[in-house]
């Protein structure tokens, strides 16, 4: 069974640009989460998607932070503009929904933003 | 909501010993207590998990307890191993919306 996807991999920008992150979950996966995971810390829950539906969006900065789901399976996360503060670890996870409970993680996107 | 604490921050092992991490966790609503291992520019991976109607759970060389009165859980690995060697995190989740509430982190080094 193939795993959580994330691309890029690593991305490097300037701030005020713009980054664009792209998740596709295990097949049949119903739930997506998405983190940020800033050096040291625990994953800080952005959004969470159940099918293309907004579950709970309440820590995602919406000034900046933009994320849709528009057919239940892939995701894509937006930053615009991007700020230093923004430089972490992205993370995407998945879940198969309906009481189950397990959330496994793709290998991340790091962003530096200078 | 719900604060998941951690400790110990950093704990360093002598191969083949046992390594303890232990979280405490503040909303006795929380049912459902994770623990993930995160190895350098990988995401974190699901080791083993336990729900609050069972107190302990075992898996080879890893084992969960939990304390529900007291509200803590903890990590056990037995016999460890140079693999071992990674971040570990605990996490709490309640039945409302099966959110992960995240504990700070654990820095596991096995000494050869």
């Known amino acids: 069974e193939a795993g959580v996807a994330q691309s890029p991999r690593y991305k490097i920008i300037e701030k005020r640009q713009s980054v664009a992150f792209w998740c596709n979950p295990i097949?049949?996966?119903?739930?997506l989460y998405w983190y940020q995971q800033i050096l040291g810390q625990g994953p800080k829950l952005l959004i969470q998607f159940q099918n293309n539906g907004v579950v709970d969006d309440s820590q995602l900065p919406k000034d900046r932070f933009s994320a849709e789901r528009l057919k239940g399976v892939d995701s894509t996360l937006k930053i615009q503009p991007a700020k230093l503060e923004d430089s972490a670890v992205y993370l995407c996870?998945?879940?198969?929904?309906?009481?189950?409970?397990?959330?496994?993680f793709g290998p991340g996107t790091r962003l530096t933003v200078t | 909501g719900e604060n998941v604490e951690q400790h110990p921050s950093t704990l360093s092992v002598q191969e083949g010993d046992s390594a303890v991490i232990k979280c405490t966790y503040s909303?006795?609503?929380?049912?459902?207590f994770p623990w993930y291992k995160q190895e350098l520019g990988k995401g974190p991976q699901l080791i083993i998990d336990?729900?609050?109607n069972v107190g302990e759970k075992k898996d080879q060389r890893i084992a969960v307890t939990l304390n529900k009165t007291a509200k803590h859980f903890s990590l056990h690995i037995t016999e460890t191993q140079p693999e071992d060697s990674a971040v570990y995190f605990c996490?709490?989740?309640?039945?409302?919306?099966?959110?992960?509430?995240w504990g700070a982190g654990t820095k596991l080094i096995i000494k050869p």
């Open positions: 909303d006795s609503a929380s049912n459902y």
């Open positions: 996490a709490a989740s309640m039945q409302s919306n099966y959110q992960l509430i």
């Open positions: 336990i729900r609050s």
């Open positions: 097949s049949g996966h119903a739930t």
């Open positions: 996870a998945s879940s198969l929904g309906q009481g189950n409970r397990e959330q496994y």
